[in-house]
């Protein structure tokens, strides 16, 4: 044993300190993230193990007053969402377009030497 050796002590305020698994900070709510100790001039993001998708942002200043910000994130996914989706029974297809300008074209057909008519019928006069 060395003599100049200064025995190790152990903090006693480490054993108040939040237990930490994997890096990720869980906590019950918006109460249990205000109860989150911090020290001066740090900061923490807490996961709610209560509200799905709802993180805390707790960020403390110099003399160690907390600020508490509320976040709520989503998945995102390749695939597109609802209200992307365009409502088709508004619009025509191709066939009934088709439809459509063949009977207007064959309404002209048939109006037009009746108009033509009616010119002639001007002109002459």
């Known amino acids: 044993m060395n003599i100049n050796q200064q025995p190790v002590y152990q903090n006693p305020y480490t ?7 994997n ?3 869980w906590v019950q709510g918006i109460e249990g993230a205000k109860a989150w100790q911090l020290p001066a001039n ?3 993001m807490l996961l709610d193990s209560e509200t799905d998708g709802r993180f805390y942002i707790k960020v403390s200043d110099n003399i160690g007053m907390c600020n508490l910000r509320v976040f709520e994130y ?13 409502d088709m ?8 377009l088709q439809k459509i300008l063949n009977s207007l074209k064959g309404e002209q057909t048939n109006e037009q030497p009746v108009q ?10």
């Open 15 to 21: 054993a108040m300190l939040q237990p930490r698994t």
């Open 23 to 25: 890096g990720i900070n």
């Open 42 to 44: 740090s900061n923490v």
């Open 74 to 86: 989503q998945e995102i996914t390749d695939s597109p969402k609802a209200e992307n989706k365009v």
């Open 89 to 96: 029974s508004q619009y025509v297809t191709k066939d009934e």
């Open 116 to 125: 033509s008519a009616k010119r002639r019928s001007l002109l002459t006069e």
